[in-house]
């Protein structure tokens, strides 16, 4: 069976440190993967989305970046994190059929 | 570009129906559908449509679709306790199977 993998839960970093967050999926191959945010009081964001290894389309303008180095490994990275990067972040994969597959997400407080 | 949009709060007394809605933008949507995220957690599936359906049951969930109208809405019969959370509706692309979410609307049941 699939499933999915994101960590940390949790997490507080302070302002102008490095991220990087790790999702990985496993029982399927070729899959189509997703980083969201979702900020208090708000909806969730697309951030990143990414069809294949190394092809990575950015939904918004923004302080991340995001990485696949394998077919089922996807990476949400910053260099200097901001205050506005506080949120709930969710991976989540699909194989395009029907369902989005999503991880327990990490919170992430920037302080 | 694509744009889904939901009411932010809902209220609702325990045991009466719920009907949270839904509007989207992209008449080329192959599927739609409703998400719920409890305090806290991830986002599980609740159900979803495929573009050419108009109605779809499933237990106490109840999924309507209006095509021309791009509206979708969900109705949870016999509102309980445990359906307290945030529900997001969400449509998938034709083209290129990204995924985009409303708001999500907060739930609320009044006991």
């Known amino acids: 069976s699939q499933t999915i993998h994101q960590w940390p839960a949790t997490l507080v970093q302070p302002v102008g440190s490095p991220l990087s967050l790790e999702c990985t999926v496993e029982?399927?191959?070729?899959?189509?993967l997703y980083w969201y945010r979702q900020a208090a009081g708000r909806g969730l964001q697309l951030l990143f989305y990414?069809?294949?290894?190394?092809?990575i389309s950015s939904e918004v303008p923004q302080n991340l970046s995001a990485s696949r180095p394998q077919d089922r490994q996807f990476i949400l990275s910053s260099k200097k994190l901001l205050l506005s990067d506080s949120g709930f972040y969710l991976c989540?994969?699909?194989?395009?059929?029907?369902?989005?597959?999503f991880g327990q997400g990490t919170r992430l407080t920037v302080v | 570009g694509e744009d889904v949009e939901q009411s932010l709060f809902l209220s609702v007394r325990e045991g009466d129906s719920s009907v949270i809605n839904c509007t989207y933008t992209?008449?080329?949507?192959?599927?739609l559908y409703w998400y719920k995220q409890e305090p806290g957690a991830g986002l599980q599936l609740l159900t979803y449509i495929f573009s050419n359906m108009d109605m779809k049951q499933d237990q106490r969930l109840t999924v309507l679709l209006n095509k021309k109208d791009k509206h979708l809405s969900l109705r949870i019969a016999d509102t309980q306790t445990g359906d307290s959370a945030i529900y997001f509706c969400a449509e998938q692309e034709r083209r290129n199977e990204k995924l985009t979410f409303g708001t999500g609307t907060r739930l609320t049941i009044i006991p």
């Open positions: 989540a994969w699909s194989d395009g059929a029907r369902e989005a597959f």
């Open positions: 990414s069809v294949g290894i190394g092809q």
């Open positions: 992209d008449s080329s949507s192959t599927y």
């Open positions: 029982g399927t191959s070729n899959p189509n």
